[in-house]
């Protein structure tokens, strides 16, 4: 019988302490077999301490439970160019608010602007090591450190913003891959760019970093938020507070699955099993 471990979070302060010896559990098992004991009770008496002791050492541990959660690294995706209006530039007031929200939660939040970027015309994994020009290295370097990304987008023609997908594709899988991804979008209309976030989503997953389930959809921007980024409270019905428990359920997704992904890179490197490409994209082909 398997025995689950319920008491742990992801915000347990020795949580990786579990996770650590779990995957290393998991390795000795590839390695060796079955003869190397998992979190589980065995009825065999041969095994039987080595089966009841794992559990108990968790439990133990379960006792300095925490609710702290330790701040990630996050960048903040923006994608819109718009300078003037009509109708409304709603980019500064929606991407104000996500990256005050994102660091309220104890975040630290580094904004990537698409005006930082021409139009594609030769893609960072295309120089040599170390010879890219030295602002798209920077930038690399920022989304290679990244815990997780929050890319936010109005809908263009049921689209995402052309000038969000000509950052993503300046750079590799490799830089994205192994961690998660929230979708923020936004319109002056009612439907608040739904129908760009779902197709942001093929996009974010082919890059690696998967999108959480949970997205951001925020209607009639120009009244939702006033010029400052703050909730529009002068008008009826809206309310900080719900905003904030809205927000917090596409938030705390991307923590979940960005903080697990952390710890498991600490002791196992995705790209053993899944390395990165070094000539051409038919290197995933079948035989």
């Known amino acids: 019988m398997t025995m689950t471990m319920k008491m742990f979070t992801s915000n347990h302060p020795l949580s990786q302490i579990y996770s650590a010896i779990t995957i290393i559990m998991y390795q000795l098992r590839r390695l060796w077999g079955n003869s190397v004991p998992i979190l589980s009770t065995r009825t065999t008496q041969r095994r039987r301490k080595h089966h009841i002791l794992v559990p108990h050492l968790f439990m133990a541990l379960s006792c300095c439970h925490s609710t702290t959660t330790q701040g990630l690294n996050i960048a903040l995706l923006t994608g819109s160019t718009r300078t003037s209006s009509p109708p409304t530039v709603l980019h500064p ?88 991804s929230a979708i923020v979008t936004y319109s002056a209309g009612q439907w608040g760019g739904t129908r760009a976030g779902v197709a942001l989503r093929t996009t974010l997953s082919e890059l690696g970093c998967l999108p959480v389930s949970a997205m951001i959809h925020i209607p009639k921007a120009q009244e939702v938020f006033d010029r400052d980024g703050n909730i529009n409270t002068s008008k009826d019905g809206n309310d900080p507070e719900q905003w904030q428990k809205y927000c917090g359920r596409c938030f705390s997704q991307l923590e979940w699955w960005a903080e697990a992904a952390r710890r498991h890179r600490e002791v196992a490197d995705p790209f053993n099993e899944s390395p990165v490409f070094e000539k051409s994209p038919d290197q995933r082909n079948a035989p």
């Open 93 to 180: 007031r929606v991407n104000t608010y996500i990256h005050k929200s994102l660091t309220q939660r104890g975040h630290e939040v580094t904004r990537i602007d698409p005006d930082n970027f021409p139009l594609l015309e030769k893609p960072h994994f295309a120089y040599p090591t170390g010879k890219s020009p030295s602002n798209l290295q920077e930038i690399h370097s920022i989304l290679q450190d990244a815990d997780g990304y929050v890319c936010v987008t109005p809908e263009y023609n049921h689209s995402p913003s052309p000038a969000l997908l000509n950052i993503l594709n300046h750079f590799g899988s490799s830089t994205f891959a192994f961690k998660p």
